[in-house]
């Protein structure tokens, strides 16, 4: 079974800097994608960032060139570096696996508040 698991959030002033952390634990068969959502109060959740097998790296347009995300093989961890951050990045972030082999799946964790004060 598959395990996700963020840490990392906070409550920040507009301009700071924060780190989420994600740990996945590995199924048989990998993922095509590992990454970040948000969601906001009322909103639907938003694309945040991904990171694919061979290190490509995609980002949300509200995002980037603020955003950068990483990942630590050894520690089957990822993370989302969040610089400049603004009251529009505040949300609940949600660390996600995609896998596709041998079905579409994916995985989610419970989420990490993310808050900016303005």
């Known amino acids: 079974q598959v395990q996700v698991a963020e840490s990392g959030g906070g409550l920040v002033h507009a301009g700071a800097s924060l780190r989420l952390s994600c740990t996945i634990s590995?199924?048989?068969?990998?993922?095509?994608?590992e990454g970040w959502y948000r969601q906001a109060p009322g909103t639907p959740r938003e694309f945040v960032a991904e990171?694919?097998?061979?290190?490509?790296?995609n980002y949300g347009n509200s995002v980037k060139d603020r955003f950068v995300i990483s990942r630590d093989r050894a520690k089957n961890t990822i993370y989302l570096q969040m610089n400049n951050l603004k009251p529009d990045d505040t949300a609940v972030y949600y660390c996600?696996?995609?896998?596709?082999?041998?079905?579409?799946?994916?995985?989610w964790g419970q989420g990490t508040q993310v808050t900016v004060s303005s």
């Open positions: 590995r199924g048989p068969y990998g993922f095509a994608s």
């Open positions: 990171i694919l097998p061979d290190d490509t790296k």
């Open positions: 996600n696996a995609h896998s596709t082999i041998p079905s579409l799946q994916d995985y």
